[in-house]
T-cell receptor
Framework: QKEVEQNSGPLSVPEGAIASLNCTYS??????FFWYRQYSGKSPELIMS????GDKEDGRFTAQLNKASQYVSLLIRDSQPSDSATYLC??????????????FGSGTQLTVLP | DGGITQSPKYLFRKEGQNVTLSCEQN?????MYWYRQDPGQGLRLIYY???????QKGDIAEGYSVSREKKESFPLTVTSAQKNPTAFYLC???????????????FGPGTRLLVL
């Protein structure tokens, strides 16, 4: 059973602080990792993708991957109230017929306090 | 404007009724997916399709059916066999293929299904 685990939160940080979101996964052969942001009542939107060990930065967002520890994280610098949302971690694994599937964590609810 | 559209936004189902959710994409993506999301939970895969006229069951396919007659369209039918259909249904697509970076999935706006 492939599993992706996240702390459900809620996680509250003050405006301007760094928000740190964490995700662990159970499948050692996973190659691709994704962070999606989901506002209440809306569909998920892609924030970051990461494939190699280390850090990947995009604006205020940094994704960190450690395959040996089966751990991926998302850092949000200079958090804004508009960052308040649920953040979903997703990890690929190989499904039937070599098709790749994403397994999603249950999400971490982030609230940025003005 | 490229993207994924889902209709309707809200759908009401009566007991014993089959209902069909529409998903269309004009991104020229080969792969399409259907997920179900229950309150406070992540997404669970219902069905996916890598190419036209082929589809595979996901983790929770019981009570659902799909078709993939055209590349652009991947409708989902919620049958009367699905006893707890109330949820937020999300359609996604990706370029497809087996190369790692081809699997980024993009989501439509979703359909919220409610039981009367």
């Amino acid at each position: 059973q492939k599993e992706v685990e996240q702390n459900s939160g809620p996680l509250s940080v003050p405006e301007g602080a760094i928000a740190s979101l964490n995700c662990t996964y159970s499948d050692r052969v996973s190659q691709s990792f994704f962070w999606y942001r989901q506002y209440s009542g809306k569909s998920p939107e892609l924030i970051m993708s990461i494939y190699s060990n280390g850090d990947k930065e995009d604006g205020r967002f940094t994704a960190q991957l450690n395959k040996a520890s089966q751990y991926v994280s998302l850092l949000i610098r200079d958090s804004q109230p508009s960052d308040s949302a649920t953040y979903l971690c997703a990890v690929n694994f190989m499904g039937a017929g070599s098709a790749r599937q994403l397994t999603f964590g249950s999400g971490t609810q982030l609230t940025v306090l003005p | 404007d490229g993207g994924i559209t889902q209709s309707p936004k809200y759908l009401f189902r009566k007991e014993g009724q089959n209902v069909t959710l529409s998903c269309e994409q004009n991104l020229n993506h080969d792969a399409m997916y259907w997920y179900r999301q229950d309150p406070g939970q992540g997404l669970r895969l219902i069905y996916y399709s890598q190419i036209v006229n082929d589809f595979q069951k996901g983790d929770i396919a019981e009570g659902y059916s799909v078709s993939r007659e055209k590349k652009e369209s991947f409708p989902l039918t919620v049958t009367s066999a699905q006893k707890n259909p109330t949820a937020f249904y999300l359609c996604a697509s990706s370029i497809g293929g087996t190369r790692t970076r081809m699997e980024t999935q993009y989501f439509g706006p979703g359909t919220r299904l409610l039981v009367l």
